[in-house]
């Protein structure tokens, strides 16, 4: 997958703005949990029989950039967990999954859902 590195809360406001017309991907990712780890191997990886992610994702290292992983709870009201995925649509959170829960498959199925929302 194609990441754009999420380093600052300004960044949001430009997330809710490309959400008005398609899907976005925001991965928050520790860096020192194994099972981050293994979640970001699965989302890279993805899964070629389904297809691509073709919307923005973006990318969270949470240890770098604790006060936007705050802003990012406090914005969409998903309480923090990781690794998490959040799919934004129109401003607003429409899916999060977290842990072991996130795979490829799901992620972009609910990518595709949020895309005819």
């Given at each position: 997958?194609?990441?754009?590195?999420?380093?600052?809360?300004?960044?949001?406001?430009a997330i809710d703005q490309l959400s008005k017309n398609?899907?976005?991907?925001i991965f928050k990712h520790s860096t020192q949990c194994s099972i981050s780890q293994g979640a970001l191997g699965r989302m890279d990886a993805?899964?070629?029989?389904?297809?691509?992610?073709?919307s923005p994702s973006f990318y969270l290292d949470l240890l770098a950039y604790r006060?936007?992983?705050?802003a990012v709870e406090a914005r969409y009201g998903i309480r923090h967990e990781?690794?998490?995925?959040?799919?934004?649509r129109d401003g607003r959170c429409v899916f999060h999954t977290s842990h072991r829960a996130?795979?490829?498959?799901?992620?972009?199925?609910?990518?595709?859902?949020?895309?005819?929302?």
């Amino acid at each position: 997958m194609e990441w754009t590195p999420l380093v600052d809360v300004a960044q949001l406001d430009a997330i809710d703005q490309l959400s008005k017309n398609h899907p976005v991907l925001i991965f928050k990712h520790s860096t020192q949990c194994s099972i981050s780890q293994g979640a970001l191997g699965r989302m890279d990886a993805g899964d070629p029989a389904a297809g691509a992610i073709g919307s923005p994702s973006f990318y969270l290292d949470l240890l770098a950039y604790r006060s936007v992983s705050n802003a990012v709870e406090a914005r969409y009201g998903i309480r923090h967990e990781s690794p998490q995925v959040l799919v934004i649509r129109d401003g607003r959170c429409v899916f999060h999954t977290s842990h072991r829960a996130i795979t490829y498959v799901d992620t972009l199925a609910a990518m595709e859902r949020a895309a005819v929302q």
